[in-house]
């Protein structure tokens, strides 16, 4: 997966260099958002009848660096931790908690401006990346933990307040699949999952 994420990438570097000489450059600008919002996670491992062992949905909070190589794109890095509580879902009944957990989630990508309709200050954006979920379970007296490979896209928009101060709305979706093995040492029923965080935060420019 990451020798096809790194060949994407150096593919799209490719595709973007003309159009960035053109665009004549200027010098990186920086960027830092402390960030909090909600994640709905996917099931871990999936049972019968629509029945599954998840984290519970949880507050997320997390700071994302961002590196501006001209107007429209922009290097990002994340880092993120919500302490969600281990639960077994079944339609209809909802979740049983049956344990603590804790998730750090950490990425980088490429974002992609758009820009702005009219006067207003704001710019529309997507993004894309990879990285990985770190998941540590405590079942009672029992503890483990797992780390997966996760892609993730996401899109927003930036709302400029200031010429160093903004709002940063993103919904970001984590794509993985659960490394049973790692936690368990048997290669249950794990899919590839969807894990879903929307949050908000404020943009300080350095």
Sequence with gaps: MLKHFLLASAA?????????AAQGRSA????????????KFGNI????????LRNAGSAVYGGELSLGLTRNI???????????GLE???????GLSVGESSVWLYDAGLRLSLPGAGALPIAP?????????RQKFDL???STHSTSFAY???AGADVALSRRLGLELMVKDYIGKFDTREATGMNLDSKTTHNWAVSGGLRLGL
Excluded at 125 to 133: D, E, H, L, R, T
């Design 152 to 154: 993730n896209v996401g």
């Design 12 to 20: 799209a570097s490719a595709l973007f260099a003309s159009p960035l």
């Design 74 to 84: 922009a290097l990002v890095g994340n880092l993120a931790y919500s302490r969600p």
């Design 125 to 133: 954006f997507i993004q894309g990346g990879a990285g990985g979920v």
């Design 28 to 39: 990186p600008t920086i960027g830092l958002t402390p960030y909090a919002g909600y994640m």
């Design 140 to 142: 009672g007296p029992l």
């Design 88 to 94: 077994i879902g079944a339609p209809l009944v909802g």
């Design 45 to 52: 491992i999936s049972g019968p009848l629509g029945t599954g």
